[in-house]
Every structure is written in C-alpha cells, then in structure tokens.
C-alpha cells in the first residue's frame, strides 16, 4: 500500500490550511445568504475527498 511522504503531509497540511481560512473568509463576509454554508461544505468534501484519493492512490 502507498504511504504518505512527509512532502505530500505538508502539502496537504497548507492546502487544507489556506482552504479553510478561504472558506472562513468568504462565510463571514457573506452570512446572509443561507446557500453559502452548503456550497461551502460542498467544496470542503470535495477537497478533502480528492487529497484522500491522492494519499490512497498515489505511485509508490
């Protein structure tokens, strides 16, 4: 099974950082619309799906 370098932990450490302070940013600026909060859970997923994938299926 692939393991995980300690390369790919710190990519995946800041891009999940920046994506989160993107994401807290946004939500705080635009509280009002009651769509946001989904969209933004949406892309969150998504995101955190997608890193999963890689750690899982990345060459090694």
């Keep these: 099974m692939p393991t995980m370098t300690q390369s790919d932990a710190q990519a995946t450490v800041i891009f999940l950082s920046v994506?989160?302070?993107?994401?807290c940013v946004y939500?705080?600026?635009?509280?009002?619309?009651?769509y946001v909060p989904a969209i933004n859970s949406f892309w969150i997923g998504a995101i955190n799906f997608m890193i999963l994938?890689?750690?899982?299926?990345?060459k090694q």
């Design 19 to 23: 994506a989160l302070i993107v994401w």
């Design 27 to 34: 939500g705080s600026n635009h509280h009002e619309n009651r």
């Design 53 to 58: 994938f890689y750690i899982f299926f990345s």
